[in-house]
């Protein structure tokens, strides 16, 4: 894929038309494309047809860097300038400029999302790279950067299997040549590919491939995409422990680095508010579901204690406890306790035992209290539950 293009700021508006032949227009960013407009406007359609091929060379180098200059701006402009260089470069059987001029019309119809007259170009613009009389690396320069632009049209248009076809293409060029940095680009922007279809298992080993390439690139910038590429992987996977620290690493080289990617940069950014935010939530669910595990437990705890208490002994004087844990009580309680099991009230047991009634109430209180209940209903179960009645 080709390397984006950035438009640096030009120098200032000439003021006269100067002679075509006085200056070098091979990049746009020499001089204001408002200027470069001036010197092609004098040459009408009689004097192109008069001009020499010298004139014609240097005429056809400023029309396509116009249109380079106006992809970025002004679409409808950068296509007349590149039919202006086809006009050109075609007849003369100029390959290399009639390759330019059709892949910035791909370029632009892309742009605008017209995808059928973009893969129209972008094949032209291969046809002219297969006549070109050029160095094997600069015809595969070429190559590479069609088949890349080929991959991403069909990408958009979600055929992936093809755009898959024509990346593979691009890579092994890039690979013969040893081209790193190209290789991280590609595999990075197949990683996005197939995260966003959620075919985890292929974005993952893309986004690792973009990592060895830059490791091997050692150029920091591309070693922090393929971090970032990682780190928007794993939080999409919700892990979110390995996610952090691919995007604080990203993080922390584009806070040194301000004015690079700034895209990129706004991108982790998200992402990692995003992790935090999620982490947020489920820190906020672990509590709650530890308290209420907590509250689950000693509920239980006081289930299990209650159905003991409530629980009848399975033989008749067997205690249904440890001993050590059963209230001691003298021999006249155990009489009481008795009289009391067997129905008796207070009134009556005083009678029985020769007491005065204030003295069988007092023992009873002291009886309950010894078991740790509310009253004789309860004394009485609690006592059958021990086996001591």
């Not at 755009?163 to 990683?191: C, P, Q, R, V």
Request: glycine share 6%.
């Amino acid at each position: 894929m080709e390397k984006p293009f950035t438009l640096l700021p030009v120098f200032s508006l000439l003021f006269t038309v100067i002679p075509l032949e006085a200056m070098a227009y091979n990049d746009q960013r020499v001089g204001s494309l408002d200027s470069l407009e001036r010197v092609v406007a004098p040459w009408t359609p009689d004097k192109v047809d008069k001009a020499s091929d010298a004139e014609l060379e240097r005429l056809n180098r400023a029309y396509r860097d116009l249109a380079r200059g106006y992809s970025e701006l002004n679409g409808e402009k950068s296509n007349f300038y590149s039919r202006k260089a086809l006009a050109i470069s075609v007849p003369k059987g100029w390959e290399e400029a009639s390759y330019d001029a059709y892949r910035y019309l791909g370029q632009n119809f892309y742009g605008a999302g017209q995808y059928d007259s973009a893969k129209v170009f972008f094949l032209k613009a291969l046809d002219c790279i297969k006549r070109m009389d050029d160095a094997e690396k600069a015809i595969d320069d070429a190559l590479s950067a069609t088949y890349g632009a080929i991959g991403n049209l069909y990408n958009e248009m979600d055929s992936i299997p093809q755009a898959m076809a024509w990346y593979s293409k691009a890579g092994e060029i890039f690979d013969k040549y040893g081209w790193n940095e190209s290789n991280t680009i590609l595999h990075y922007n197949i990683g996005e590919t197939w995260l966003d279809l959620k075919e985890y298992k292929k974005a993952k080993e893309a986004y690792e491939k973009a990592l060895d390439y830059a490791g091997q690139s050692k150029d920091s910038l591309y070693i922090v995409m393929a971090w970032k590429g990682l780190g928007r992987y794993y939080a999409e996977r919700r892990q979110n422990g390995k996610a952090l620290p691919y995007l604080r690493n990203a993080q922390d080289y584009y806070a040194g680095h301000p004015d690079l990617s700034p895209v990129f940069r706004t991108e982790n950014l998200e992402f990692i508010e995003d992790v935090l935010s999620r982490q947020k939530r489920q820190l906020a669910i672990y509590v709650i579901l530890a308290i209420l595990l907590v509250a689950a437990a000693a509920l239980l705890t006081v289930r299990i204690r209650k159905r003991l208490r409530d629980r009848v002994p399975a033989s008749a004087g067997a205690p249904a406890i440890a001993p050590e844990d059963m209230p001691v009580l003298t021999d006249r309680e155990s009489e009481i306790l008795d009289l009391l099991s067997k129905g008796y009230t207070a009134l009556e047991i005083a009678e029985a035992m020769n007491l005065s009634h204030e003295t069988i109430r007092w023992y009873r209180k002291k009886i309950i209290a010894k078991f740790d209940v509310a009253n004789t209903p309860e004394l009485i179960s609690r006592a059958k539950e021990y086996g001591m009645i």
